[in-house]
Nanobody, 124 residues
């Protein structure tokens, strides 16, 4: 069983930056993909970014390309989401997720483990 704990959310003005962290525990992650999703009130959960633990290949949603960067620290078993140039439409609960296997999928159902989420609010 994989345990994921997110942190780093908060309130920021438009144009600002935040870095989210996801601490993973419970097993080795060499063949895992880690993803970030977000869900705004009244909307479906949507894909933000994903990274292969081994090799570091990444994938991003078009809406965040050039503004967000996903990375991982193997020694700390932690995945990060660095967010720059934040917009009010980025406001959501951000979730970390994990899946076994190499596919950088953007579909929530492909991920078997989820964190509790962290709120990001961007004011205009």
């Amino acid at each position: 069983q994989v345990q994921l704990v997110e942190s780093g959310g908060g309130l920021v003005q438009a144009g600002g930056s935040l870095r989210l962290s996801c601490a993973a525990s419970g097993r080795t992650f060499s063949n895992y993909v880690m993803g970030w999703f977000r869900q705004a009130p009244g909307k479906e959960r949507e894909f933000v970014a994903a990274i292969r633990w081994s090799g570091g290949s990444t994938r991003y949603a078009d809406s965040v390309k050039g503004r967000f960067t996903i990375s991982r620290d193997n020694a700390k078993n932690t995945v990060y989401l660095q967010m720059h140039s934040l917009k009010p439409e980025d406001t959501a609960v951000y979730y970390c997720a994990a899946r076994s296997g190499p596919g950088l999928f953007g579909i929530p159902n492909e991920y078997s483990s989820w964190g509790q989420g962290t709120q990001v609010t961007v004011s205009s």
